[in-house]
């Protein structure tokens, strides 16, 4: 219960909106369902493992963007000097990130032999769980 209780003050320390911080809470829980469930079929089969590092991946990619978007917004409603900055170097940082993303992607699936469809399923975990967290909390 503890480890909850540290992730959850982790994310609460670099995101401040509380709709933000339940989807990311809820793909850390997801995400952890879907490792025990992969440490269980690794010896039959690691399709289930490819869906984790490919959610990983997105997952990355979304807490940073989360970030960055919370401090670019902050920034701009206190009108800061570093306004101007802050977009460019989010474009390079954003580009970076989706690169060495899409080669891991690559890579996984030529050198590595990864399941495509189990990347595909992946990937699409975290954004997944933005209309599923709506839905169940009544807002759609």
Known sequence: MNIFLSVRDCIKKHITNPAIQKIIFFDILLL??????????????????WIF???ILTFWNFFFVAIFIQKYFN???LGTKSDKIL????????????????FLL????????????ALLIGVSIPVATIPILLICNKKI
């Open 32 to 49: 952890s369902l879907i490792f025990l469930v992969s440490l269980c079929t690794l010896p039959q089969s690691t399709f289930f493992l």
């Open 53 to 55: 590092l490919g959610g």
């Open 75 to 77: 920034s701009k409603l």
């Open 87 to 102: 977009p460019f170097g989010q474009v390079l940082i954003s580009n970076l990130r989706l690169f060495i993303t899409g």
């Open 106 to 117: 690559y890579i996984s699936l030529t050198h590595w032999n990864a399941h495509p469809i």
